[in-house]
């Protein structure tokens, strides 16, 4: 799950970094341990 999340928000990352629209991503998770990690990951971008 890890490198997964990891791939897909590098790929919404390069596609955000080339385009002014949307202003926001949201990921929508349907387990709390996914969200965990993408939290996690969330903080390491800022």
Known sequence: MIRSCAS???V???WL???????RVI???F???DAEIYRR???GLR
């Open 41 to 43: 990951m969330l903080q």
């Open 12 to 14: 919404v990352g390069n």
């Open 17 to 23: 970094a080339k385009h002014a629209l949307p202003g």
């Open 31 to 33: 387990a709390e341990g």
């Open 27 to 29: 990921f929508c998770c």
């Open 8 to 10: 897909r928000m590098r």
